[in-house]
Structure formats: C-alpha cells, structure tokens
C-alpha cells in the first residue's frame, strides 16, 4: 500500500511551491496538488482538488491544506473520490513536509500521524 | 407552495439580489474577510441562473441538485462549499418531502457539518438558526430576517477568514449572514410559503 501526498492552497503558487519543497526530500512519493480557483483566482475548487487526488499514484492520500475553505472543498472532494484520503489539521508546510520525508522512508501511516499530532494548529 | 417551478423563481431573485448587492457585500467582507463574497457569490449565481434556465419543467430535487453542483464548482470561497452542502442535502431530503421547514432544517444541518460553526461564531449559521425556526412557525418575516442579520454585527469571530482578527471582527456585519439574509428574503418574494 503506497502513501500518496496531496498538498492544496488558495494560491497556486504556494500550492506548488510546497511540492517542490517536498519533492526535495520524497522524490520517490507521489506529490500532487491543487491551487487556485478554476479561472486561476485566490481561492480553492473542489474540481481541481478532485482532479489531484486522481492524478495521484498513491494508494492512500495524505493530505494538507492552508485555510478553512480549502478544508470544506477537500472534505467535498474525499466524499467522491475512489480511494482513501486522509486530512490532517497541521500547519500546512511542516506537516506536509514530515509526512513526505517518513513516507520516502517507508513509514507506515499510523507512525507519520504520532509525528504529525504536535503539528496540529487548526 | 414549494415546487420545482417556484424553487426556480427563489433563485432566481437570489440571484437577481446577489448580483444588485454583489459589491456591498464585498465591501463587508473587506475590513473582516478578504473582500471577495460579493464577486464569487455572483459567479456562482450567475452559473446557477443559467443551469437551472437549460431545464424543462424540472423537480425540486433535480432544482437544488442543480443549484449545488454550481455553487460547488463555481464560487471558490467558502461559501460554494457551504451553500453547495445546504443545497445537496435539500436536495436529498426533497425525494421524501416538499416541507420547507423539513428542507431548511437539512440544509442547516449540512451547514453545521461542513463548516464545524456553531451559533454565535458570527457566521451564516447564526442567521439559519433563527430563521429556520421562523420558518417552521410560520412567522418569518422582513423583520426576522433583518433582526437575524443584524445580530452578527456586535459578534467575535470564532469561524472562517474573519477569526483571524479575533475581537478586531466585532462591530462589523458578517457577509455571509448577509448574504443568507438575502436568501430568506428570496423565499418571502418567491411567494413560496403562501
């Protein structure tokens, strides 16, 4: 079972710029994101972040967002998704940053969530 | 009565207020929020406008499901997310019942749900609650609705993007109450609790 990350922003950028981050330390995990809004405005959409989650090879999805509304777009776009994703209420970059770095080294997903649970902010 | 033709005309002038009041309602949102409810309430209405239009004499279900789905994918705040859910689940409780204090009361639930606001988080629940109720008695009203709205303004942010000026948020009007606000009066001019 292969651990997926899924990083969404209200800015691509941030989105984006996250992954690259990210990649440095898990260039073997499957990274996707979804940021922005469809017409490339601040903001977050269920369609891109569905998108995102299908586009990704993992088999089970971590994922990390930044404000509260991309929170209720992604719990919209886990209620119609075909695999497991979960969502964790961290700080957006250092959660997602530890949970690529354990899961590049093969940590099962209920160790990353013991590192993950000091993180919590929101 | 409710039905698919008279749910049509409640968005409709939901539409048509939202996008009369599209920048006052950013305007709200600009010392709280991030200026930004009036423009995407109106995109979303606007989608939601023209999708119900391209319908042939359809059913209240198949009208919010409609309505959801565009907000869900066209408003990009907060708001698509949480009138979308309201929406959704009018939409599934309309297979069973018409009763628009039934409905009103799913869409708050689905409200709650998503959003985790409680009363007197100074958010859109703060207005649903109460009117939901006026709703089911029969005595919403203008006056209700204006009453609901009003009260949000001496309120702290606990929810959404205004939390993050904590007491800073007192003494300002909550877009989103506003804009539900909005809503409630729709339903009074749709003629459909006649």
Do not use: C
Not at chain 2, 58 to 80: E, H
Not at chain 2, 129 to 148: C, E, N, S
């Amino acid at each position: 079972m292969s651990l997926g990350i899924l990083v969404v922003s209200h800015v691509e950028g941030i989105a984006a710029g996250v992954v690259t981050l990210l990649k440095q330390v898990a260039g073997d995990v499957s990274i996707t994101y979804a940021g922005g809004t469809d017409d490339g405005d601040v903001g977050t959409s269920m369609d891109k972040i569905s998108q995102a989650i299908a586009a990704n090879d993992g088999d089970e999805l971590l994922a990390f967002y930044d404000l509260g509304s991309a929170k209720m777009n992604l719990e919209m776009a886990i209620e119609f998704a075909d695999k497991p994703v979960h969502l964790y209420d961290v700080a957006l970059v250092e959660g997602a940053y530890t949970a690529a770095s354990l899961a590049a080294a093969d940590v099962s997903r209920g160790d990353i969530e013991a590192q993950l649970a000091p993180l919590k902010i929101k | 009565m409710l039905n698919g033709a008279t749910a049509t005309k409640w968005l409709d002038l939901f539409a048509a207020t939202i996008e009369e009041k599209k920048d006052y309602l950013s305007e709200l949102d600009t010392p709280i929020g991030d200026a930004d409810h009036g423009g995407n309430m109106a995109r979303g209405l606007t989608a939601v406008k023209e999708a119900l239009a391209k319908l042939a004499d359809p059913d209240l279900t198949t009208v919010f499901k409609t309505t959801a789905m565009a907000l869900i994918s066209k408003v990009g705040g907060a708001s698509g997310p949480l009138y979308g859910t309201a929406f959704l689940e009018m939409a599934k409780k309309s297979k069973d019942t018409d009763d628009l204090g039934e409905l009103l009361t799913a869409a708050l639930a689905g409200i709650e749900k998503r959003g985790g606001a409680k009363v007197g988080d100074k958010t859109m629940v703060d207005v649903w609650t109460p009117l939901v109720q006026a709703v089911k008695d029969g005595k919403l009203d203008q006056a209700a609705i204006d009453d609901a709205v009003n009260a949000t303004a001496p309120l702290v942010a606990h929810k959404g993007r205004a939390s993050y000026l904590g007491e800073r948020s007192a003494g300002h009007l909550d877009p989103g109450s506003m804009s539900s606000g909005y809503l409630f009066s729709a339903l009074l001019n749709a003629g459909v609790l006649a």
